[in-house]
């Protein structure tokens, strides 16, 4: 069981599911197709690190660097709204003041928002430091547009992931973060074994077998990948959480709903 402080989710079937919440000092992914609720699951977490320790949150402000635009910062001071209602002792008047932004729009400007990110916790004078929770929300629309699926570019991209995760674990361990990224599903191709557990696993969602976008060298630069799923055919519309691999947790899965007001087990 790792040691690590957690920071919750802000919904306790997931805080279970994750053992307690995201890790610090880690990166942790959340894949999942179009609408699975990564974005909100980043917003709310954004939010939760606000909470003291003895509420699962760590006192903390978050830095989310977002790759799609505009930000939703509609859905953001929504669920402020209602986060501010139910924590009305929390120091910072708006909780959106705790969330810095950071607008990246290339892999190589992930890079370079590297040391910015590390400057930025060094020499910061906010008042709403510490910052403890790094958000990157999504890594996957980053590389869409750049590299092809040739040998020498596809080299090129996982020297990329390589340096990018290198630089996303320092941080984490240097600064005690919980860093998050958001990853997206492609159609899996091929024969392979569909299990949760292998890191190529193509999964069920929606009558379809996807898998994580990014491949095998992504999957080898994070800690801890958790797959959301949503099936929207069925009888009843469900979304669902499974932590695929991490060093701290067995395999376990839940069920969960969004609300405009956040997510619920
Ligand atoms: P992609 O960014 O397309 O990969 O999707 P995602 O996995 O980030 O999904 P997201 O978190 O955007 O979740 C979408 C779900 O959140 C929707 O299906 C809605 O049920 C719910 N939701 C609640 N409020 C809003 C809102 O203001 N805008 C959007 N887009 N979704 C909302």
């Known amino acids: 069981k790792s040691r690590s402080q957690k920071c919750t989710v802000g919904c306790p079937a997931l805080d279970r599911c994750l053992g307690g919440g995201v890790p610090c000092d880690s990166v942790t992914e959340f894949v999942g197709e ?12 954004a939010l939760s690190a606000q909470l003291p320790p003895s509420r699962g949150g760590l006192s903390a402000s978050a830095i989310f660097i977002h790759t799609e635009f505009p930000f939703p910062l509609r859905r953001l ?20 003041d705790r969330v810095f932004l950071r607008a990246v729009h290339s892999a ?27 958000l990157i929300d999504s890594i996957a629309a980053l590389f869409r547009a ?12 996982s020297a990329l992931f390589f340096r990018i995760s290198a630089g996303l674990r320092r941080l984490a361990r240097r600064f005690g973060l919980a860093v998050v990224v958001t990853n997206q599903v ?14 190529e696993t193509g999964l069920f969602s929606s009558g379809r077998r996807v898998c994580p976008a990014l491949g095998l060298a992504w999957a080898h630069c994070v800690n801890s990948r958790v797959f959301l799923s949503r099936d929207e055919h069925g009888p ?3 979304r669902r959480m499974s932590v695929v691999f991490a060093p701290h947790l067995p395999h376990s899965s839940c069920e969960y709903a969004i609300k405009g007001d956040g997510v619920f087990g």
Do not use: M, Y
Request: net charge positive; glycine share 6%; proline share 8%.
């Open 186 to 199: 492609v159609d899996f191709i091929g024969d392979g074994d569909v299990r949760v557990g292998n890191l």
């Open 146 to 157: 750049d590299f092809d699926n040739t040998a020498a570019d596809l080299r090129r991209r």
């Open 34 to 45: 179009s609408g699975s609720g990564k974005t909100q699951l980043c917003l709310q977490l």
């Open 236 to 238: 009843v519309k469900t």
């Open 77 to 96: 001071r929504r669920l402020s709204r209602s986060f501010r209602a139910s924590n009305p002792s929390l120091p910072c008047p708006d909780p959106c």
């Open 108 to 134: 190589h400007d992930l890079l370079r928002a590297i040391p910015a990110v590390e400057a930025f916790l060094l020499h910061s004078r906010s008042p709403w430091r510490p910052v403890r929770l790094l």
